[in-house]
């Protein structure tokens, strides 16, 4: 099954495919809907301990709806948790450089670089702010 599950469908007569997003038909009204704690949805996890239990139980209500609903649930954990990783790793980079960039200053500043290059390149426009004569 892909990603994110949708049909297609053709009217009889007529040449053209037509496609939608396969989503579960509601079965009570809007304001008596469950709401779900997400904690309780982690059962649909692909790594749950009883994924095929899972998987069988959706199957034997015999609406493929829900089965197209669980893996397109199943997807979104997975790549969400994909993205959250490389955020991860992204955030970990940047306080990384961040840090080299501390450490090259100071050694920028103690050698008290923009005065030397103050003395000896006339014409390029210097902002000495903070700097100490």
């Known amino acids: 099954m892909i990603d994110d599950p949708f049909v297609l469908a053709i009217i009889r007569g007529n040449p053209r495919v037509y496609g939608q997003a396969l989503h579960i038909t509601p079965r009570i009204s809007d304001h008596q809907r469950p709401r779900y704690d997400p904690s309780n949805l982690v059962i649909f996890r692909a790594q749950h301990d009883h994924h095929n239990t899972i998987d069988d139980a959706v199957h034997n209500l015999g609406d493929k709806t829900a089965t ?39 050694r920028m500043e103690s050698a008290d670089l923009l005065a030397r290059l103050d003395n000896s390149a006339v014409g390029i426009p210097f902002e000495r702010h903070g700097h100490h004569d």
């Open 68 to 106: 197209a609903e669980v893996h397109r649930w199943r997807n979104l954990m997975i790549r969400r948790a994909k993205i959250e990783r490389e955020l991860k790793k992204v955030l970990q980079e940047t306080c990384d450089i961040g840090e080299e960039q501390e450490q090259v200053q100071a």
